[in-house]
């Protein structure tokens, strides 16, 4: 998979979890979800926790990845929250 493609597919996770953002999902709900082998989707969303984009809880098969909601400010612009 090339640069290229490892950036569509961190676009298509976004915005899964853009339009899901109470879902809280394992790298094989997602995988279901997308229709995307989990193996692919590991890097990519190690890339999104990475970037605060998605946050990790747990580790291995069970880990849950769930979407970070950026805030807003007056001016528009985004910032996602760091904690």
Not at 44 to 59: A, C, D, F, Y
């Amino acid at each position: 998979m090339n640069e290229e493609d490892l950036w569509q597919l961190q676009m298509e996770c976004t915005r899964f979890f853009q339009n899901n953002p109470y879902s809280m999902e394992t790298v094989e709900g997602i995988s279901l979800r997308l229709g995307r082998k989990t193996e692919i989707l590991d890097p990519v969303l190690g890339r999104l926790v990475s970037l605060s984009i998605l946050e990790k809880t747990g580790n291995g098969s069970r880990s849950i990845y769930r979407y970070i909601e950026p805030s807003y400010s007056g001016d528009l612009e985004v910032q996602w929250n760091i904690n």
